[in-house]
């Protein structure tokens, strides 16, 4: 029987031997200064229960910073048992199952409206789930016959997609937030979350606030709730899984799963 119990391997089974690199804000100029530099990785390692460490490899980065990487052995052990895995709570559906469900349970084209808020730059990432060219091998939204895309873009101020939003009629406002320095992605997400909430119901919206989705390559999937918004998705998401995840959300299942077999293989 498989034991849940793990370690890591370095170089030999259960070894415990890790890799981890950082940066310290100190100089790898002179030869002194070199040495100083590693003894004062050494002395994280040691603080970080790492035993037998080495320092592997140090990089001057500028003239005032030094990048490490450090090998070490850890006596921490993994239970297996005690992991904890989100499930996924939508089924994945092909394009023709959530064109189907749209166009059976809401009767009308899904709208969304996407953009990266604050100074954020980061483009590729909304864009492959919104350009038609997609990601990873699949369409990205544009490419859903009953799905309507607005792309703002970069650099979007949250008022102006708030108002864009209520203009467009949009069901769902999907942001983008790759930059995390000083968390300005949790700052962002929660400043568009409240911007949403606060503005009143507008005249012929069909849906207000619209459903709200963040994603980028740092976000904790586990902290919508936190963010005040709908749903998260981080690091490698495809186009499939929030095309899936609207369906599920905005449009009711009226059976139309069951008829999307017929459908599948006609053009999406
Ligand atoms: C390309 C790039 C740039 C390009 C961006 C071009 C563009 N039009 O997007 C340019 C050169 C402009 C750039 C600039 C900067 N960058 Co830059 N950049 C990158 C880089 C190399 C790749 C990012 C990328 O395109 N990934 C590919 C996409 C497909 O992946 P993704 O973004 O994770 O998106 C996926 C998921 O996260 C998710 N997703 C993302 N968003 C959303 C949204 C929704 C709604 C959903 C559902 C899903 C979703 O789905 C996507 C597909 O799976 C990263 C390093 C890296 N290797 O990641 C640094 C990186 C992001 N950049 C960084 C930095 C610091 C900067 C600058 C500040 C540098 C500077 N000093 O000027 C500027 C900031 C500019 C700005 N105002 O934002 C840092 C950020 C560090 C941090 N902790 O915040 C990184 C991590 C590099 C680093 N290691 O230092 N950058």
Known sequence: MTSSIVRPYGDTTGDGRIQVSFTLPVPFGTPAQQARAEGAAMQLAGKMGLEA?????AKGMGPDYTFFIVYGRVSHLVDLSQVTVTEREFPLLSPAEVNLRIRTGLGRKLVVVGACVGTDAHTVGIDAI?????????????YYREIRVVNLGS?????DLVARSAAEGADAVLVSQVVTQRDAHITNAREMSAAFRATAPQSGARNWPPLLVVGGPRFDPSMAAGLGVDKIFGKGTTPGEVASYL???LAPDSGAAADAD???GASA
Not at 53 to 57: C, E, Y
Not at 130 to 142: A, D, F, T
């Open 130 to 142: 919104l350009n038609v060219k997609g990601h990873s091998g699949e369409k990205g939204l544009e």
């Open 247 to 249: 369906a599920y959300a």
């Open 155 to 159: 650099q979007v101020a949250v008022p």
């Open 53 to 57: 460490a080495m320092v592997v490899h």
């Open 262 to 264: 017929q459908e599948a």
